[in-house]
């Protein structure tokens, strides 16, 4: 069961912008902060955004997230080469017995 | 600099048991919680569970999958996690990565820091 849903795949050129998207319900993104992950090939998960719209150090700000209701979205532009990768977004989920949840996750592909 | 490195993965027959390690380092690990989370092969990324810290008395949150059948220590004098897997299902088959987890009262904001994953693999 995935309680966050993301599109499977995304697609621009470089130098272009791509939103993803996470939508949820009011017992996770709707009660608590979102955050995001980016996944390169056979690496782990790395933090690119926490409590909704923060960046860690070294992300840079090309990368933005927000949160609206019951979804949130990842912004990335002037995208590059390197960003190639699967990215999830992940919250808490309020219902009792789930705890914490992540999207379905989507790749995105730089043309 | 903050360094989780996990071990003890390997293959283990269906009904089987495993224990997995998380080394921590570069954090004042006693003060963190501390999760884990797995990733089937080409599947997305699952929370297992979670450690809260001393102060709020080690508590432990499972998920459904693998509540009572997966339990989360920590020996914060050897700064380490543990996974002890009982009753193995072909399920179960995934990288299981220990995450440095921020964590407000019960609720998870994210996971700062990864290890870079042990697989564990379950044959029936």
């Known amino acids: 069961q995935s309680f966050l849903t993301q599109p499977p795949s995304v697609s621009a050129a470089p130098g272009q912008r791509v939103t993803i998207s996470c939508s949820g319900s009011?017992?996770?993104?709707?009660?608590?902060?979102v955050s995001w992950y980016q996944q390169l090939p056979g690496t782990a998960p790395k933090l690119l955004i926490y409590?909704?719209?923060k960046r860690p150090s070294g992300i840079p700000d090309r990368i933005s997230g927000s949160k609206s209701g019951t979804s949130a979205t990842l912004d990335i532009i002037g995208l590059q080469t390197g960003d190639e990768a699967v990215y999830y977004c992940?919250?808490?989920?309020?219902?009792?017995?789930?705890?914490?949840?992540f999207g379905t996750g989507t790749k995105l592909t730089v043309l | 600099e903050v360094q989780l490195v996990e071990s003890g993965g390997g293959l283990v027959q269906s009904g089987g048991s495993l224990r997995l390690s998380c080394a921590a380092s570069?954090?004042?690990?006693?003060?963190?919680?501390l999760s884990w989370v797995r990733q089937a092969p080409g599947k997305g990324l699952e929370w297992v569970g979670r450690?809260?810290?001393?102060?709020?008395?080690?508590?432990?949150d499972y998920a459904a999958s693998v509540k009572g059948r997966f339990t989360i220590s920590r020996d914060d004098s050897k700064n380490s996690l543990y996974l002890q897997m009982n009753s193995l299902r072909a399920e179960d088959t995934a990288i299981y990565y220990c995450?440095?987890?921020?964590?407000?009262?019960?609720?998870?904001?994210?996971?700062?820091?990864w290890g870079q994953g042990t697989l564990v693999t379950v044959s029936s």
């Open positions: 995450a440095k987890s921020t964590v407000r009262g019960v609720i998870i904001y994210y996971f700062d820091y």
């Open positions: 450690t809260r810290n001393k102060a709020n008395s080690y508590t432990t």
């Open positions: 992940g919250t808490w989920d309020s219902t009792l017995g789930v705890g914490g949840v």
């Open positions: 409590e909704n719209d």
């Open positions: 570069g954090f004042s690990y006693s003060n963190h919680a």
């Open positions: 009011k017992s996770n993104i709707g009660n608590n902060y």
